[in-house]
Structures are given as C-alpha cells and as structure tokens.
T-cell receptor, first 118, second 112 residues
Framework: AQKITQTQPGMFVQEKEAVTLDCTYD???????LFWYKQPSSGEMIFLIY??????QNATEGRYSLNFQKARKSANLVISASQLGDSAMYFC???????????????FGPGTRLSVLP | NAGVTQTPKFRILKIGQSMTLQCAQD?????MYWYRQDPGMGLKLIYY???????DKGEVPNGYNVSRSTTEDFPLRLELAAPSQTSVYFC???????????FGPGTRLTVL
C-alpha cells in the first residue's frame, strides 16, 4: 500500500489565485511528521513547510499553509496568491516514528505538477 | 555555508563499471541520506546514516553501498552499474531524524 498518495498528477491555477494540492498518508504511528517540498524545473529540492502529528495548529509559512486533518489522514498544501514562479513539482513526504531512530521511514509521494497561468 | 554539495553533477557509465558519488555537508548535521529519483517519480530512500560509523538500508539499497567515516561526508558506491540505476541521485542531511532535510543539487547518472 502506498504510504503517501497525491491524486493530482497535474494542476493548473491562474496567477494570484489560491490552489490546494492534495496529500493523504497512511501510518499506524502516533508520532510522525509531514513535509512538503518544491522541485522547480532546475531540479533542486526546496523545503516548504512541516507539520508534526501532535501540532494542534495548522502550519503556515508565508504564502504556504498546510491543511492538516488528522482523522482523515490528509495534509493538503494551500498556496495563496499563486505566482508564476510557483510552477513546479510539489512532493508530500512523511517521516514516521518517535524518537531519533526512524531515518529509514521517510517516504515521498509521486508528486503533483503545478502550472501557474498568467 | 556551502550546505550540501554533491559531485559529480553528471556522469555516464557503461554497464558493469563502478563509481562513487560524493556528498558532503558543512552544517554539522548528524543525519545524512541518499535518495534516487526516477523520471516522473518521487524520491526513494537508498541508504541513510544517523552519525559517523552508523549506516542502514532504506527502501531500495540493492546495488549500492555507503560508508560514513566522518560527520561531513557520506559517499555512495555503485558496484557493477546496471541500466536500472539510471536516475538522479540526491544526498540530503538533517539535524536529527525529525528535522527538515537539506538537499544537495543532485547527480544525474546514466548507465548505458
């Protein structure tokens, strides 16, 4: 079974509009972390936002926010006021485990390609 | 800080050849990781290390070896290269297993 599911292979959004990129995850751990990364066409991986499983507030970083619904096991990324430079691949990732001994349980989803239209 | 550096940026190997992908970080991170990214796919963990002298397998370790003799360096060794190892390889590091991972620029490897 897939640990991370991103059901939208590609998304389009008009410049200055908001967009939501979906991510659902599967884990039996109580302690885990959820990450979103951006990969522009140049290929580098850029960290965007992090949500811990025990965090009560949804994470926000500038124009990025994470809509964390623990019971539904979803961690959707919301980008407000889209810019042309937001066009990229976006990956949802999960770190499972508690303590400091879980490096092997770091999994990425297949990604969503976002295209921002002028 | 240079962050995470990887060499080479590109490499073409013949089937059966061997090579080492270099990775170094200057952030004093204890955790380091190697991933591969196949075209159109997400990243898959090959090996990781929680500190000098300690390494462990990830999801796709076959055909690779690693070592971690210092905090800074985490080379990935490919023995007997196969076409299935054609991929982009990313090295990453983090402070602890729960921290944000900082990625290197990647190495694009083609095996012909």
């Amino acid at each position: 079974a897939q640990k991370i599911t991103q059901t939208q292979p590609g998304m389009f959004v008009q410049e200055k509009e908001a967009v939501t990129l979906d991510c659902t995850y599967d884990t039996s751990d109580q302690s885990y972390g959820l990450f979103w990364y951006k990969q522009p066409s140049s290929g580098e991986m850029i960290f965007l936002i992090y949500q811990g499983s025990y965090d009560e507030q949804n994470a926000t970083e500038g124009r990025y926010s994470l809509n964390f619904q623990k019971a539904r096991k979803s961690a959707n990324l919301v980008i407000s006021a889209s810019q042309l430079g937001d066009s990229a691949m976006y990956f949802c990732a999960m770190r499972e485990g508690q303590g400091d001994n879980y490096g092997q349980n770091f999994v990425f989803g297949p990604g969503t390609r976002l295209s921002v239209l002028p | 800080n240079a962050g995470v550096t990887q060499t080479p940026k590109f490499r073409i190997l013949k089937i059966g050849q061997s090579m080492t992908l270099q990775c170094a970080q200057d952030m004093n991170h204890n955790y380091m990781y190697w991933y591969r990214q196949d075209p159109g796919m997400g990243l898959k963990l090959i090996y990781y290390s929680v500190g000098a002298g300690i390494t462990d397998k990830g999801e796709v370790p076959n055909g690779y070896n690693v070592s971690r003799s210092t905090t800074e360096d985490f080379p990935l060794r490919l023995e007997l290269a196969a076409p299935s190892q054609t991929s982009v390889y990313f090295c990453a590091s983090s402070f602890g297993g729960s921290g944000e991972q900082f990625f290197g620029p990647g190495t694009r490897l083609t095996v012909l």
